[in-house]
């Protein structure tokens, strides 16, 4: 079994092309970091945005992450408004779970109506989003088709911020409402940013890459901090379930920028 970084990085650019453009080495194992982290259940879904590659595609690159054995789970894909997200089907099915009997769901509305930003509690408008995509998720086990396309009669009622937060297993999402136009008031608004790190360390691969990296007001991080604790052990427990990633770390920087784009 060949996992060397040359192998995969030239299956990514084989199958992940566009045009003449391929993706850089960098770029290609960090995408075998991320994908190997919904494999093993670190993450429940990654959002694949490096280029504008179809889920055929990513099908046929996951067919050969399989091959090579970097890949044991039967990984599915979810195709939402031309967004492309990866997922593992357990682990994606007991995340939904969990936010709906816990009410964990931290949400933060930026609306630009508002002066700054406020913390929201477990709306019904979330928690009928949530209950939506798991149903589907459920309708679709049985189905021999690996890629699951969310329809635009169901979607557009969705906040996608809101929604890709939520199936990247964020520990906070932001909200607004979508009917009134796609602004928000984080501008010039200071924001606690924390990314996670980890390493990928197997055969003869040693890649370092971002797992999560999300964003929570300052003004409301005091607000947060236990929940933001509550999140970050529960990530360190299935971190530490597997041994094919290492080097967990996390970091927080604060910045403030002149416009946010959500």
């Keep these: 079994m060949d996992t060397s970084p040359d192998v995969l990085i030239a299956a990514a650019q084989k199958f992940l092309r566009t045009g003449k453009k391929r993706l850089s080495p960098s770029t290609c194992l960090d995408l075998t970091v991320q994908i190997k982290a919904v494999d093993l259940g670190t993450k429940p879904a990654f959002l694949y945005d490096c280029n504008a590659t179809n889920p055929e595609q990513i099908q046929l690159y996951l067919n050969s992450l399989q091959e090579y054995g970097i ?38 509305d930026v609306c630009p109506s508002r002066k700054q930003p406020v913390l929201l509690g477990f709306e019904k408008r979330t928690e009928e989003m949530i209950k939506a995509l798991l149903g589907l998720f459920m309708n679709e086990v049985h189905e021999s088709s690996s890629v699951i396309v969310v329809g635009e009669e169901l979607y557009n009622e969705w906040n996608l911020c809101t929604l890709f937060g939520i199936l990247l297993g964020y520990p906070a999402f932001y909200w607004f409402d979508q009917t009134k136009g796609f602004g928000n008031c984080l501008c010039m608004t200071p924001l606690v940013v924390s990314t996670v790190w980890v390493k990928l360390q197997i055969a003869d691969i040693s890649h370092r890459c971002c797992l999560y990296s999300f964003s929570v007001p300052e003004k409301l991080w005091s607000d947060v901090q236990c929940h933001m604790q509550q999140w970050t052990e529960h990530l360190r427990d299935r971190f530490n379930k597997q041994a094919v990633l290492t080097d967990l770390c996390f970091s927080r920087n604060t910045v403030t920028l002149p416009a946010v784009t959500l």
Excluded at 101 to 108: E, Y
């Design 71 to 108: 890949v044991t789970s039967a990984l599915q894909i979810l195709s939402i408004d031309d967004n492309t997200f990866i997922f593992n089907l357990a682990t994606i099915k007991s995340h939904l779970d969990e936010l709906l009997q816990n009410k964990s769901v931290l949400l933060i």
